[in-house]
């Protein structure tokens, strides 16, 4: 096998299609692309479930001194008496794993911690503003709806908030995200598929003349086909790198960006984005190399 | 060399058989002239001879080897054995002289240095000394032709087939063409050519075969273009 003569058909091949191979690379990098940021929210979600799920709690705040909330109006701060029932109550429940108490203290510096940043926030607030609450860790987060509907009506309980619910809303979003992401790529993989089908095509009536005399001297089906294929592969490649730029982008702009909003979630790693552009480029070269040799078999007759 | 048995080709969406239980021999080294009007048969032959089409009914045999039994993996090494040239010349018009011949090389995988070592010889073999780094389009018929014949022989086929050599050719030039096959010939290489052309087979008194309807109806050796004795 010849390779510098392959080579060079496969560079005429390149340039005299160049409209269609530049289309094959756009659509290419673009599939691969959006096939990778549905890889990348995937691996985000996995790594912030698993972050999440020994974290996730059902948090009963107390009614304090003139407190807004509906249940605690027309009565005082939570009494002692009614902290002991609650406890009590809560360590009944089949569900809960373990509870402890969160006193105004406390809570004040859980607040400082996650607001450092935002000083004039965190100076207009003092520890007495801060509620007291109880602190549920379920033995399943998902079964929480008992637990809930015990603790929300009890006297004392302002509101109850679930960890869990808001994990869900905001992984229900990802969750749209990534499919949509992959129905996209998908189209994207469908639409190079028949956009590489019609370059070969248009490669292959080019240059009829030349495979019509590689089969009369005996030219081997391989070497007949090759330069095509190549020509495939090499713009799916291209593609790939593409599409390889345009995740680490996506890493950067979107997932890193996306970091500053979400407290405590985790980082989508370099080494995870690596994988999925490997991933991404190894599918889209295999897409273009089958499409290729399926479509020659039609119109490249050996 | 070339063996017909029998051989039947009707193609599809065509009542009358293009070829018609023909039988025929050629041995290794021959010269035969296949002769007929249009659409008697004998591009089909050739065609045959390169398993290009399968015969419907009949065997047919090609340097040893069975046709019928050889699969298509192995037919591009069936047609490395066999040179061919045709009316329309073929040449690649990007490429000059030199690259047209040794593209038949290249293809197949030859070494470089075997190609830079045999084109200039077939060059000069068929002529057209000094002319290797000419372009198609600055050649006459005759010398295009002349590159066909190059391009078909450099791999020292066992068989050449010529369908109509001279078709585009004026009759003092076609002269120069024949001169060509029949050095070719004398390699030991057999030489099958149709031709409407009758001056050049009744100058070559080489055996001829002629076709009409997809039958046989002559086959003389030393034989003139013309009708029957």
Redesign the interface.
């Known amino acids: ?2 390779a510098n ?1 392959i080579f060079s058909e496969v560079w005429i091949g390149l340039r005299r299609n160049l409209t269609m191979t530049i289309a094959v690379i756009v659509t290419v990098a673009i599939g691969m692309a959006l096939l990778g940021i549905g890889l990348m929210i995937n691996a985000q979600v996995g790594s912030m479930s698993n972050y999440w799920s020994d974290k996730v709690q059902l948090s009963a705040f107390l009614c304090k001194k003139n407190d807004a909330f509906e249940a605690c109006k027309g009565r005082g701060a939570v009494s002692a008496q009614e902290k002991q029932q609650l406890e009590a109550q809560i360590k009944g429940l089949p569900q809960v794993d373990r509870v402890f108490f969160e006193d105004q203290q406390k809570a004040y510096e859980n607040f400082k911690a996650a607001y450092s940043s935002n000083s004039v926030f965190l100076n207009a607030v003092r520890v007495e503003d801060m509620p007291e609450s109880f602190r549920v860790k379920l033995k399943d987060p998902n079964e929480y709806k008992a637990v809930y509907d015990a603790l929300a009506g009890a006297p004392g309980v302002s509101n109850v908030v679930n960890d869990q619910e808001l994990l869900d809303k905001f992984f229900g979003l990802m969750e749209k995200l990534r499919w949509a992401a992959l129905v996209v790529a998908l189209i994207q993989v469908f639409a190079a598929i028949l956009l590489i089908g019609n370059t070969v095509r248009l490669s292959a009536y080019n240059r009829r ?2 495979t ?10 391989l ?2 086909q090759m330069p095509f294929v190549m020509e495939g592969t090499i713009a799916g490649l291209i593609g790939g790198v593409i599409s390889a730029v345009m995740l680490m982008l996506a890493k950067i702009v979107l997932f890193d960006g996306m970091n500053n909003y979400f407290v405590l979630s985790t980082q989508l790693t370099w080494s995870e984005v690596a994988q999925v552009i490997t991933l991404t480029t190894v599918i889209g070269v295999v897409i273009c190399i089958i499409a290729s040799f399926f479509t020659l078999r039609r119109y490249l007759r050996v | 060399m070339i063996h017909f048995d029998n051989v039947t080709k009707v193609y599809a969406n065509q009542n009358r058989p293009a070829l018609d239980h023909v039988s025929v021999d050629v041995d290794k080294g021959e010269f035969v002239f296949l002769v007929g009007p249009s659409g008697s048969g004998k591009s089909t032959f050739l065609r045959l001879v390169l398993k290009e089409e399968r015969p419907n009914s009949g065997a047919i045999h090609v340097a040893g080897k069975d046709l019928a039994r050889l699969s298509n993996f192995k037919v591009p090494h069936l047609r490395r054995r066999i040179g061919c040239v045709f009316q329309d010349f073929r040449l690649l018009p990007n490429k000059n002289v030199y690259e047209n011949v040794a593209f038949a090389l290249e293809v197949i995988g030859k070494p470089r240095r075997f190609i830079r070592k045999v084109v200039p010889e077939v060059v000069e073999l068929v002529g057209l000394e000094g002319k290797a780094h000419r372009m198609p389009d600055e050649l006459s018929g005759g010398e295009q032709q002349r590159v066909a014949m190059a391009r078909a022989f450099v791999n020292r086929p066992m068989i050449l087939l010529a369908d109509e050599p001279t078709g585009n050719i004026d009759p003092a030039t076609s002269i120069g063409i024949m001169k060509v096959l029949d050095r070719i010939n004398r390699t030991g290489t057999t030489v099958v050519m149709a031709t409407h052309d009758a001056a050049i087979v009744d100058s070559m008194r080489k055996r001829v075969v002629e076709l009409e309807d997809g039958k046989i109806v002559r086959d003389q050796s030393r034989g003139v273009y013309g009708q029957a004795y």
């Open positions: 096998m010849r003569f003349r030349e019509g005399i590689m089969r009369l001297v005996g030219a081997s089906n070497y007949i």
